[in-house]
């Protein structure tokens, strides 16, 4: 049996697998898509095949012949990129020979063999990140976990719904602490020392760099595209300037949006946009966040722990948005004028302070109608600030 850690994308895959429907994994390089399809294949009884084998490579240029390597109706599929025609041959095989499948690939498989293009209809997107603040404290404490998710949501459905919350303040500030410091690549989270783990980060960026950049997307200046990577990873949470960042690096316009295409498909960063009310509102400059803030850190620079950091305010920022990104499709946020919201969900304003208060934006972003409620994100205890609710960005 394969060595299997929980991860919440388990339960997703396993609802379109139940209701009949086959998946496609997509998510980072090293976040476990690998382990999940293993286990998986053990759970159902049924056969995995990845593609870094050179057998099953040519196996599946005659795709009526893999078909026979079936048993029941069901396989999972790995390093599906290494097959540029994988797209078509899946949509054969589910449209004429009956048979699901899971398919995964490193990184940004997706956009280099258009799998989803081909099976719209047939299978079912899921994301598989570095691992959440909820997984890594599963990972390491199961009561903690428990408590945890359990305030989480009451949170969300008060930023959804106005619903109250009775929560209680939890334990957990270290664990956080840890965890935005190092983020949340499993081999990183069972790491047994900060030495390893720093390693484990540089591993995981150079592999990215290198692999993926470099061979795969045709990246011709490792040097430029690192120092884009280091200034995205200082300036978290502003808005960011395609030409700026050109123009402060030496190069292009275009060269900054190719690798900002190449970090957002593999998984390195995303965005946040304001909200979309005229065809003009497309051309504003959105702010860049990183999915894993241990890769963050490292491009920083910076490898002391949170509480000795100067840049406390961004780490709390990105969890943040991490955190929104996870419950929500879009990140947003509002900015025009004097008036700025971190971000904005449903009918909630949600304002992101190392030491939470209410600022006079805020209160004049509910009085113009922009949000319904406000949800202070920060300090170190739940509470109520001139009727406003404040919570522990571990609570979140």
Same mark, same amino acid.
């Given at each position: 049996? &394969?060595?299997?850690?929980p991860?919440?994308?388990?339960g #997703?895959?396993k609802? =379109?697998l139940?209701?009949?429907?086959?998946?496609?994994?997509?998510?980072?390089? $090293?976040?476990?898509?690998?382990?999940?399809?293993?286990?998986?294949?053990?759970?159902? @009884?049924?056969?995995?095949?990845?593609?870094?084998d050179?057998?099953?490579l040519?196996? +599946?240029?005659?795709v009526?012949?893999?078909? @026979?390597f079936?048993?029941?109706s069901?396989?999972?599929?790995?390093?599906?990129?290494r097959?540029?025609?994988?797209?078509?041959?899946l949509?054969? /095989?589910?449209?004429?020979?009956? !048979?699901?499948?899971?398919?995964?690939?490193?990184?940004?498989?997706?956009?280099?063999?258009?799998?989803?293009?081909?099976?719209v209809?047939r299978? =079912?997107?899921?994301? /598989?990140?570095?691992?959440?603040f909820g997984?890594?404290?599963?990972?390491?404490?199961?009561?903690?976990?428990?408590?945890?998710?359990?305030?989480?949501?009451q949170?969300?459905?008060?930023?959804r719904?106005?619903? #109250?919350?009775?929560?209680?303040d !939890?334990?957990l500030?270290?664990?956080?602490?840890?965890?935005?410091t190092?983020?949340?690549?499993?081999? &990183?989270?069972?790491g047994?020392?900060? $030495?390893?783990?720093?390693?484990?980060?540089?591993?995981? !960026? =150079?592999?990215?760099?290198? *692999?993926?950049?470099?061979?795969?997307?045709?990246v *011709? #200046?490792?040097?430029?595209?690192?120092d884009?990577?280091?200034?995205?990873?200082k300036s &978290?949470?502003? !808005?960011?300037?395609k030409?700026?960042?050109?123009?402060? /690096?030496?190069?292009t316009?275009?060269?900054?949006?190719?690798?900002?295409?190449?970090?957002t498909?593999?998984?390195?960063?995303f965005?946040?946009?304001?909200? /979309?009310?005229?065809?003009?509102?497309? #051309?504003?400059?959105?702010? +860049?966040?990183?999915?894993?803030?241990?890769?963050? @850190?490292?491009?920083?620079?910076?490898?002391?722990? =949170?509480?000795?950091r100067?840049?406390?305010?961004?780490?709390?920022?990105?969890?943040?948005?991490?955190?929104? *990104?996870?419950?929500?499709e879009?990140?947003?946020?509002?900015?025009?004028?004097?008036?700025e919201?971190?971000f904005?969900?449903?009918?909630?304003?949600?304002?992101?302070?190392?030491?939470?208060?209410?600022t006079k934006?805020?209160?004049?972003?509910?009085?113009?109608?922009?949000?319904?409620?406000?949800?202070?994100?920060g300090?170190?205890? &739940?509470?109520t600030?001139k009727?406003?609710?404040?919570?522990?960005?571990?609570?979140?």
């Open positions: 049996m &394969v060595k299997y850690f991860r919440v994308a388990e #997703r895959v609802k =379109f139940e209701m009949g429907k086959s998946v496609v994994l997509a998510g980072p390089k $090293q976040a476990g898509k690998t382990t999940l399809l293993k286990y998986l294949s053990e759970v159902y @009884n049924a056969p995995y095949f990845s593609l870094d050179p057998e099953i040519e196996l +599946l240029k005659d009526k012949t893999f078909k @026979n079936v048993r029941g069901l396989f999972f599929l790995d390093e599906a990129q097959d540029e025609e994988i797209g078509r041959k949509k054969y /095989l589910h449209d004429l020979e009956n !048979l699901r499948f899971v398919v995964s690939g490193s990184g940004s498989f997706d956009v280099k063999v258009k799998v989803s293009g081909e099976l209809g299978a =079912f997107r899921v994301e /598989l990140l570095t691992l959440s997984e890594f404290l599963l990972w390491k404490d199961e009561r903690l976990y428990n408590l945890y998710d359990e305030c989480r949501e949170i969300w459905s008060y930023i719904e106005g619903e #109250r919350i009775d929560c209680r !939890l334990p500030k270290s664990k956080w602490e840890e965890y935005v190092f983020g949340g690549y499993p081999e &990183v989270v069972i047994d020392s900060v $030495q390893k783990k720093w390693e484990t980060l540089s591993q995981i !960026l =150079f592999s990215f760099v290198d *692999r993926d950049a470099l061979s795969a997307f045709g *011709r #200046r490792r040097s430029l595209f690192l884009t990577l280091r200034l995205i990873a &978290v949470g502003s !808005l960011f300037s030409s700026s960042v050109a123009d402060a /690096l030496g190069t316009y275009l060269t900054i949006d190719h690798y900002i295409a190449i970090l498909s593999s998984f390195i960063i965005e946040a946009r304001q909200p /979309l009310t005229s065809f003009s509102d497309i #051309r504003k400059r959105p702010k +860049l966040y990183f999915y894993d803030l241990g890769l963050r @850190n490292l491009l920083s620079t910076d490898k002391r722990p =949170f509480s000795l100067d840049d406390k305010g961004k780490i709390l920022e990105n969890y943040v948005a991490r955190r929104v *990104r996870e419950e929500e879009r990140v947003t946020f509002y900015k025009k004028k004097n008036l919201i971190d904005l969900v449903e009918n909630t304003a949600i304002e992101v302070k190392l030491a939470p208060k209410p934006a805020i209160i004049r972003a509910m009085k113009e109608g922009l949000a319904e409620r406000v949800l202070l994100v300090g170190e205890k &739940v509470s600030i009727g406003i609710l404040a919570v522990p960005p571990w609570m979140l």
